[in-house]
């Protein structure tokens, strides 16, 4: 199974003496102080989730563009992923041999929601009553497989990020101490696929 872990960020230290180099490049680039303390307090928390749940520490790559001061954490042995939103940070952690995607979101919609759905969605999950939970099971599941959510095309057959079709598992989550907000995690044991 995976472990799910909710962090207020606003009570994880804001020292960047555990950041790498490349970490220390990234919190610098940011233009206001609350963004870079944010990222420290961000990486922070995950890297003492990941000691804790397995003895050692993430690395970010980015699957796009190669760099390791931003991107997606990995672990050796491990899978994990993270999301946050305000103050909320969800870590999930599961076994090595799976593909394991979260994402965090308010539980209302915002008021151009329905551009989002228009472009993004499947036609299937137009047909869905809650755009706030088909969205926050897109992201996850685009986590899941690394890619973005701007780079799936929902009009192709193959739909890749289409929450209705897919092979992965969706399971919604509340976020403890944020009653606000929900969060979704996709999982698929590479072994078989």
Sequence with gaps: MFKLRVVDLRTIEASAHELSAAELRRSASFAKEVDRERFVRRRNAIRAIAMAHCGNAPSWKCGVCGSDDHGAPSLHGASIS?????????????????????????????????????????????????AMGVWVRKEALGKALGLGIACDDAAHASGRLDTTT?????????????????????RRSVLLR
């Design 166 to 186: 897919t092979d992965f598992i969706i399971e919604d989550h509340d976020v403890d101490m944020f009653d606000e907000l929900r969060a979704a995690v996709a």
């Design 82 to 130: 993270s999301s946050s939103y305000g103050s909320a940070l969800v870590v999930v952690i599961g076994p090595a041999q799976w593909q394991l995607g979260v994402d965090v979101a308010p539980r209302s919609a915002p008021r151009d929601m329905m551009l989002v759905v228009q472009q993004l969605f499947s036609p299937a999950e137009r047909t869905l009553d809650d």
